[in-house]
């Protein structure tokens, strides 16, 4: 029997693992993706699954950290994504990134390579066709406006929206080491084992404090007066806003010093530090961790050149802004991704309202799985809101709000997962000393990966089972 195809609108985390995971089941795929014939306001390049911002898929630890949690999670599901991710991580702590045109590149050969998948370069201009029975609309936060005008004309829905911004990366070659230094915070080491993946720029007090100056009074970009009501994502905000909401502001979240000791002035403690991350494999680039920006590209090489270290800083790309778009996912879809005014449609990735590279991509994952079993005339249950797929479905469907008017994105986090019985926490460590503050919550978040991953086997086994039974029953 031959299938008809499913067909997935946009190439990037989300589309590019549902066209994996549908084809992996045995169902042909065409992708559809318009850069290569139309370019986006922030991708520089054609390849599928590009990284706009960060290189950063955050915590690879599936112990204590929901991130890591959800990593762990889609590699038991067979993900492409996190497959590659962690075929081209580079040093990051306990963090994990990548090199991110190896990964895009590798992820476009595996899905060009698939003898089921059919890769079309086009801009779908409105709704699909009435003849594509199944489609996964996966455009992401920068949909085409032609697009984007039909999908609210079909839900009669306002969509939310959002700026993103980008952070700088510069030639490691010209950054001083003779005042920077490598070094993780707390020395901790990552997924490679390396204590040392960060590059820290110290400031005194009155650096920190005519570098606050400097940015607060930059230049920026000029909104036009229809997004001028747009407010930011509180999860990726630029730094200068963050400055402006106060002098404190910075030195608690992007550039806090804790955990660092200068290597060049070990009894001197820093006021603040920036910290640039590996951006490539070869180490030649390196990101500006916590720095997206609007500020205008002048202004921020001159600003950004007041930092110790980086003083002749050669800026390999700088910040940027653009626009992101977001469903109001809980009205609209059900718990199958499918939108209710029109089920053939199911839509994926950061236009239903998540954040982040793992959390497209999972959505990703779950639509593919959804759509693949449908077409196979098989019935797939959600995964359970224990896991970290089944904590993330319910927030952008709805499981867990009480209303519609605040939904807001979501990167995923324990705070998404059911409770945990306290009962089952332990009371005391393994040396038999009582657990308080941080030690508590951290045996706590242990608990609940522990449960989720336990969770996630069950539902993929499950899954497997029941598709192998139905596969004997049609052969008998």
């Known amino acids: 029997m031959t299938l008809k195809p499913i067909h997935i609108i946009g190439g990037g985390m989300a589309g590019s693992e549902a066209a994996w995971q549908i084809a992996s089941a045995g169902v042909p795929v065409v992708l559809h993706e318009m850069r290569g014939v139309r370019p986006t306001e922030a991708h520089q390049t054609t390849e599928l699954a590009e990284l706009v911002c960060s290189n950063s898929f955050r ?13 762990e ?12 991710a962690m075929a081209h991580q580079v040093p990051a702590g306990s963090a994990l990134a990548v090199d991110r045109h190896g990964f895009s590149a590798a992820v476009t050969a595996r899905l060009a390579a698939h003898p089921l998948i059919t890769i079309n370069r086009e801009e779908i201009t409105g709704l699909p066709p009435a003849d594509w029975d199944s489609v996964i609309i996966a455009t992401g936060p920068l949909t085409s406006e032609a697009l984007a005008r039909a999908i609210l004309e079909e839900t009669g829905e306002d969509s939310l929206a959002f700026f993103d911004a980008i952070a700088p990366i510069i030639h490691y070659e010209s950054i001083d080491m003779g005042i920077a230094w490598r070094q993780s915070r707390y020395d901790k080491p990552g997924p490679g084992g390396d204590s040392a ?13 005519a570098f606050l100056d400097a940015l607060i009074e930059g230049d920026t970009t000029q909104f036009k007066d229809w997004e001028k009501s747009t407010p930011y994502f509180e999860g990726c905000l630029p730094i200068e ?16 010093p804790i955990g660092l000791t200068n290597l060049h002035e070990p009894t001197e403690k820093p006021h603040a530090v920036v910290q640039l991350r590996q951006d490539n494999a070869l180490g030649t680039l390196w990101n500006m961790v916590g720095f997206q920006t609007k500020l205008k590209y002048g202004a921020q090489a001159d600003i950004f050149r007041l930092i ?9 790309r700088l910040g940027g802004i653009h626009r992101n778009t ?4 809980p009205k609209l879809l059900n718990a199958q991704l499918k939108l209710k005014s029109l089920p053939r449609l199911r839509f994926a990735g950061q236009i239903i309202g998540v954040e982040g590279y793992v959390e497209s991509a999972a959505m ?25 797929l089944g904590a993330l479905l319910a927030h952008v469907t709805g499981g867990h709000m009480m209303g519609t008017k605040t939904f807001q994105p979501m990167n995923v986090n324990f705070g998404l ?22 030690a508590k919550g951290r045996a706590k978040k242990a608990l609940q990966a522990a449960r989720a991953l336990q969770a996630v086997d069950h539902w993929l086994e499950s899954q497997a089972i029941s598709m192998a039974a139905s596969s004997e029953t049609e052969a008998a």
């Open 59 to 71: 915590s690879n630890d599936h112990t204590a950290n929901a991130v890591g949690v959800l990593h």
């Open 326 to 329: 977001f469903l109001n996912s």
């Open 308 to 316: 110790p270290g980086l003083e002749k800083a050669v800026f390999a």
């Open 241 to 256: 806003v963050m400055a402006a909401r106060g002098r404190e502001t910075l030195r608690y979240g992007p550039m806090k």
């Open 197 to 209: 993946a960060y590059i820290n720029c110290p400031m005194t007090e009155t650096q920190y404090n």
């Open 417 to 438: 997962f059911p409770p945990v019985d306290p009962a089952e926490l332990p009371n005391k460590d393994e040396a038999g000393r009582r657990l308080r503050g941080k």
């Open 364 to 388: 990703g994952l779950l639509a593919g799985r959804f759509a693949a079993a449908e077409r196979l005339g098989k019935s797939l249950a959600p995964p359970p809101e224990e896991t970290a």
């Open 73 to 84: 999670e889609m590699r038991r599901a067979g993900g492409l994504i996190i497959t590659e």
